[in-house]
């Protein structure tokens, strides 16, 4: 089922010299659980398209379907209904609030949300010990790595148990290191169920998503899905299956080989072993026939006398 359905999206900035096209004729559907990467050069319409998907914007032409509604008949206070409940953003800046405690951070959508003080705190612990920062509860974002910020920014995106977690650049301000434990992180956050839409133009991120959407020049370039583990394991055992079926053919084939040649010899053997009885067969009569022509010379030379 489609999550996200994009028809003839169009967004233009400016009018006259100064218009500028960021986006022209996306088409795009995203499905519930997928796990997706947008990347392209700078300046190819990554963020546009990002904040039209998160409702931070809207195209200046087509149509946008979130959960199969027209997102263009909601009003702005739908639309953030929709945004504070069904969406969870991550963003390259972190966008911590510096005199709020990690923990205070992560509650903050939840007091919007109306949640009590004692389910904030409860929940907001618990995601920040699913990012592995239990014991980074009370510390303030000056306190923090990079890479913490980030993993605070991703509990914050869940607090609310969204649909859709939006991360744009999530490891543009990073080291390589912190970066693929915020990757392996998301990666975690997908296979439990979330759908993920990451934007970035780092190449590490086409690693974990499993499918990539390349934009250029405001159109899509390429959008490619990679086999899933369970397809992977499939083709594997196929291919196992038929190289050890060609293996057992070929040691059939061999033992026949083997079998006729053991077969060969034999009879070749069987045939040498023959040949001297019938000499000596030869030999028996020959001399039998002689026995036979002395024994009537004799005979006659007895008559004579």
Do not use: C
Request: charged fraction near 35%; charge should be positive; avoid cysteine.
């Amino acid at each position: 089922m489609s999550l996200i359905e994009l028809s003839s999206i169009e967004r233009v900035f400016g009018d006259g010299d100064g218009r500028t096209v960021a986006l022209e004729d996306i088409n795009l559907e995203i499905e519930r659980g997928e796990f997706v990467a947008i990347v392209g050069a700078s300046g190819s319409g990554k963020s546009t398209l990002m904040n039209i998907i998160g409702l931070l914007d809207s195209p200046s032409k087509g149509k946008y379907k979130f959960e199969r509604s027209d997102v263009a008949k909601h009003s702005d206070r739908e639309q953030a209904k929709i945004r504070r409940k069904k969406i969870g953003f991550v963003f390259q800046s972190f966008n911590l609030l510096q005199r709020h405690t990690a923990i205070e951070n992560v509650m903050l959508p939840m007091v919007y949300a109306r949640v009590d003080r004692f389910g904030r705190e409860k929940a907001a612990a618990e995601l920040l010990r699913r990012v592995g920062l239990e014991d980074r509860v009370y510390h303030y974002p000056n306190e923090l790595s990079g890479g913490q910020m980030q993993r605070v920014a991703v509990a914050r995106a869940l607090a609310n148990k969204p649909m859709l977690i939006l991360a744009d650049e999530p490891t543009g301000n990073l080291d390589s290191a912190s970066g693929q434990k915020v990757l392996t992180l998301l990666e975690e956050l997908h296979a439990d169920g979330n759908t993920i839409v990451v934007v970035s133009h780092d190449d590490a991120v086409t690693d974990y998503a499993k499918r990539v959407i390349t934009l250029k020049d405001g159109t899509i370039e390429s959008d490619k899905k990679k086999p899933s583990k369970k397809a992977k394991t499939k083709e594997e055992s196929s291919a196992k299956s038929k190289s050890s079926s060609k293996s057992k053919t070929k040691k059939k084939t061999s033992t026949k080989a083997k079998t006729k040649k053991k077969s060969s010899k034999s009879s070749k053997k069987s045939k040498k072993d023959s040949k001297p009885t019938s000499k000596t067969t030869k030999k028996t009569k020959s001399s039998k026939k002689k026995d036979a022509s002395k024994k009537t010379k004799s005979s006659k030379k007895k008559d004579d006398k």
